[in-house]
Nanobody, 122 residues
């Protein structure tokens, strides 16, 4: 029905940068929110950054403020995560998330990407 396709994961040295992207496709009527989550081994999945579609604002986890930037291209149904000054503790699987109203359902639904591994190590 709706799919989120992620790309951009990989390995980087501490202090380096990496950019993730996620494109939504399918029977999309409206995307309300797009966000990035991450999950490290033995940890719960946590919100990294989120942005409502209707507002030019974004929320960030305290641990990434000043280093990560979330952005979107509404015309392409795509969300990005620019990660700068990466630290070893940023190592995790990063997941794209979107709250989407489809052309079929009357209620918005959360969709998840498959996840992409980000490893920060020297």
């Amino acid at each position: 029905q709706v799919q989120l396709e992620e790309s951009g994961g990989g390995m980087v040295q501490p202090g380096g940068s990496l950019s993730l992207s996620c494109a939504a496709s399918g029977s999309i009527f409206r995307i309300n929110v797009m966000a990035w989550y991450r999950q490290a081994p033995g940890k719960q999945r946590e919100l990294v950054a989120a942005t409502p579609t209707r507002l030019s604002v974004a929320n960030y986890a305290d641990s990434v403020k000043g280093r990560f930037t979330i952005s979107r291209d509404s015309a392409k149904n795509t969300v990005y995560l620019q990660m700068n000054d990466l630290k070893p503790e940023d190592t995790a699987v990063y997941y794209c998330n979107a709250l989407i109203m489809t052309t079929i359902s009357s209620q918005p639904k959360n969709y998840w990407g498959q996840g992409t591994q980000v490893t920060v190590s020297s």
